[in-house]
């Protein structure tokens, strides 16, 4: 299949920080062939007017838990602590492989109806959310929330391996898979060794959440002297390519050893907020260098998973907590949504911006709107202005997956059907 998208405005994210009006996009089967003028006798199978439209790269959701949309609004105005233990984990605990794909799919859905294309998912019954991915078109990385559990440490290593063996590369590339220690708090130190010897066995990375709350990181001093950053460095877990969902509560130490290892925090801001878990110094760790990108955090903590919300939210809130309004700029909220997120995945090399060669994951924002208008500096509307309900298309590896707001590859009203029922199901179960 070929794809001309005609005329239209594109802001590449490919490290110039430029926007380029009124041009086109040549994409085959998955890859971007041409950006500029573009040859008249071209004979593409599938045109698109890109009038009053902008093409930026898909979004990259780097931390969320999808299957846990079914407890959207379950569970709200508590802290962290007494949120994991009283409400979800009880509730948690009876998920079935059903309830998960209904729920996987509701936020397709969602994520696709706000732009995003690829996503890093840490949750359980992994196998039902790559059903979800084969069938909605996305791209994602599948990582097996591991909490440590006696007499189960075997068998939960065994399902990431399974889950690799899958779901690793298929779809044309379209999906990954990594192994995800849930976090120091719910490892010990000779779990994590056990973790990390299957991530060298798989040759893959690891999806963790690391110093997200204040008391995590003074329990982390309290039982092991140190925090949790240095306590997982220490294991040598940092030698492999590392996600590191949230990070906030993280000194002068913790900085140094994020940007020494290459290691990928993935801020937050709604979830962060939300549960009060704090401010992450993200302005701080921008200026050393360390490559950042943003995430939703599961929907019971946020409570969507509208990428541009957390864009909006990652650069007014810090500006805030900054005093210094030039914090966060927009241009670079963006490349933590896009590019920042795509390093994070290992997959910089495919996708996180519009490029020749490139895999065509394209969305384009309908800019005929009132709260668009006047168009003065479309990096800074993209940021403040643009809604989630403004993404029009979205393509990933070449395949529209939604055009005028309609989603081609998913039958929403079962989606959203379904995953009501098993919802009501599971909390009254
Ligand atoms: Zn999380």
Known sequence: MSLLI???????M??????????????????IIDIGNIKEDINATRIIDGTNKVAIPGLINAHTHIGMSLLRNYADDLPLHEWLTQKIWPVEAKLTGEDVYWGSLLSMVEMI?????????MYFFMDEVGKG??????????TRGIVEETGKEKEKLDDTKELYNNWNGKENGRIKVMVAPHAPYTCSPDYLEDIMDLAYELDTGIHIHLSETKKEVEDSFKTYGKSPIKHVYDLGLFKLPTIAAHC????ELD??????NNVNPVNNPSSNLKLASGFAPIDEMLKYGI?????TDGSSSNNNLNMFEEIHLASIVNKAVNMDAISVPAITVLKMATINGAKALLWDKEIGSIEIGKKADIILIDMDKPHLYPRHNIISSLTYSVQGSDVDTVIVDGNIIMEKREIKTLDVEKIMYNAEKVAKDLVNR
């Open 255 to 260: 900085i140094k050893i994020l940007r020494e």
């Open 6 to 12: 005609k005329n239209i405005t594109v802001v590449p």
């Open 248 to 251: 906030v509560h993280v000194d």
């Open 133 to 142: 991915l084969e069938q909605s078109g996305m791209r994602g990385v599948l």
């Open 291 to 295: 490559n950042l990108s943003l995430g």
């Open 113 to 121: 109806q706000s732009g995003t294309t690829a996503f890093c998912d």
């Open 14 to 31: 490919d490290g110039k920080d430029e926007v380029l009006e009124s041009t086109n996009i040549y994409i085959e089967d998955d890859k």
